[in-house]
């Protein structure tokens, strides 16, 4: 117990120093400041990598985009997506699903990332009625860094529930309540017309196959790989230059 109990410590000092001085410095009932179990980020890869990268980005002032995608995942992906998923368990199993139905490299990136600005804006703003229009969020921050096979698909996974509803007559009925709900906020069914513009724009197919997987990925029982995992699919995605 205390060999393990060293070993976390030191683990600290190396990893998350500020956690260190908490524990040294601060007095017990104050320790309530430190929010994230001790267990779950030494045995979690993805809350080890993503803690490596928030030490980064608060020694070097400066943070590369996978880096802080790992980060968002870290702080932010344990909030509820809804469904009895958060926002981690969600993206998983989407890109997930698409993995296990052969998706490219790509289309795996776009799946897991395609609710990314749901991790980008204020966790309280649909509590103030705003919309936040995630997956235009989302897609503005991943176009700086990333393809267009990467961003596409999630900007227009919310045009693609409107397409499908309009074109697949089973597809509605296959709609959770939630996603019911949120449809007519989108705008509800695209008209004809809507339909074949959609279909004139780039990766629309891609958002279609997407959209299928994203309403699939809200199984709180499903088991998938961690988001390390799907480090390579993502750096794959990258355009030449970024990091
Ligand atoms: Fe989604």
Redesign the pocket.
């Known amino acids: 117990m205390i060999t393990a109990s060293l070993r976390v410590f030191i683990n600290l000092i190396n990893f998350a120093p500020e956690w260190a001085l908490h524990l040294l410095f601060v007095k017990p009932y104050q320790c309530k400041v430190i929010t994230l179990p001790y267990y779950d980020l030494f045995s979690d890869p993805d809350k080890f990598n993503a803690k490596k990268a928030k030490n980064a980005m608060s020694n070097n002032k400066t943070l590369d985009a996978v880096a802080e995608i790992f980060a968002r995942f870290a702080h932010y992906g344990n909030l509820e997506y809804g469904e009895s998923v958060t926002q981690r368990q ?1 993206a998983l199993q ?1 890109a997930c699903l698409a993995e296990h139905e052969g998706a490219d490299t790509l289309l795996i990136a776009a799946t897991l990332l ?2 990314f600005g749901h991790l980008l804006h204020d966790e309280d703003i649909a509590d103030r009625g705003i919309d936040a229009v995630h997956e235009e969020l989302g897609a503005l921050y991943l176009e700086r860094y990333f393809v267009p096979a990467v961003v596409e698909p999630g900007r227009l ?1 919310v045009q693609a529930k409107r397409y499908l509803c309009a074109v697949d007559p089973t597809y509605f009925s296959t709609l959770s309540p939630a996603s019911v709900q949120s449809l007519g906020l989108q705008g509800g069914p695209f008209d004809p017309a809507e339909a074949a513009a959609f279909e004139a724009l780039p990766h629309w197919q891609a958002a279609v196959d997407l959209r299928r997987w ?1 309403d699939l ?1 809200k199984d709180p029982h499903m088991t998938t790989p961690t988001l390390e995992h799907y480090r390579s699919h993502i750096t794959t995605g990258l355009k030449a230059g970024a990091s």
């Open positions: 969600h989407t395609h609710d996974h994203d990925g």
